[in-house]
């Protein structure tokens, strides 16, 4: 029944995400001219190195939100203002990575719980909250969701 499920759950994840990339291409199509001259210059000013921009950026592509729906494109700006330091991106790389609704098919509790250990060392509240979904596997060296 286990590896039933499993292949169930790899199919099922195929098919969101073969809709997603649907409504994405539809997204891109239908964008105003307005939005479209908007993520522009959002791109422009996160590739000068405004933290804000790639944050709305990130946002932007991982919810479909002003501009299509792009997982990759979302972890690129989260990764450039995590690089800088930002603490929000940092955090919102865990809850990109800790497999929500939204965030499903970029799932890797490694990942999550590595970004809440790292944001909540520095004393972000709600990331060590979500941290204690998590536990850090000492034989495997990887974090693992609880539960």
Same mark, same amino acid.
Do not use: C, H
């Given at each position: 029944m ?12 195929a ?53 299509? @729906?792009?997982?990759?494109? *979302?972890?690129? /700006?989260? %990764?450039?203002? $995590?690089?800088? !330091? +930002?603490?929000? =991106?940092? &955090?919102?790389f ?12 970029? @799932?890797?509790?490694?990942? *999550?719980?590595? /970004?809440? %250990?790292?944001? $909540?060392?520095? !004393? +972000?509240?709600? =990331?060590? &909250? ?18």
């Amino acid at each position: 029944m286990g590896l039933f499920k499993a292949i169930v759950d790899v199919a099922v994840d195929a098919a969101g995400e073969t809709y997603r990339r649907s409504k994405a291409k539809k997204q891109e199509e239908n964008m105003s001219d307005e939005d479209r001259a908007a993520l522009n210059n959002a791109i422009k000013m996160a590739e000068g190195g405004n933290i804000a921009a790639m944050q709305a950026l990130a946002e932007a592509y991982t919810f479909g939100r002003k501009a299509p @729906y792009n997982p990759e494109e *979302a972890v690129k /700006w989260l %990764n450039m203002a $995590a690089e800088r !330091g +930002d603490v929000m =991106s940092m &955090r919102n790389f865990g809850v990109l990575y800790s497999g929500s609704d939204v965030t499903r098919t970029l @799932y890797d509790a490694n990942l *999550a719980g590595y /970004w809440f %250990n790292e944001v $909540a060392r520095w !004393g +972000d509240q709600d =990331s060590a &909250r979500m941290l204690n979904k998590f536990r850090f596997n000492a034989r495997t060296q990887k974090w693992q969701k609880i539960g």
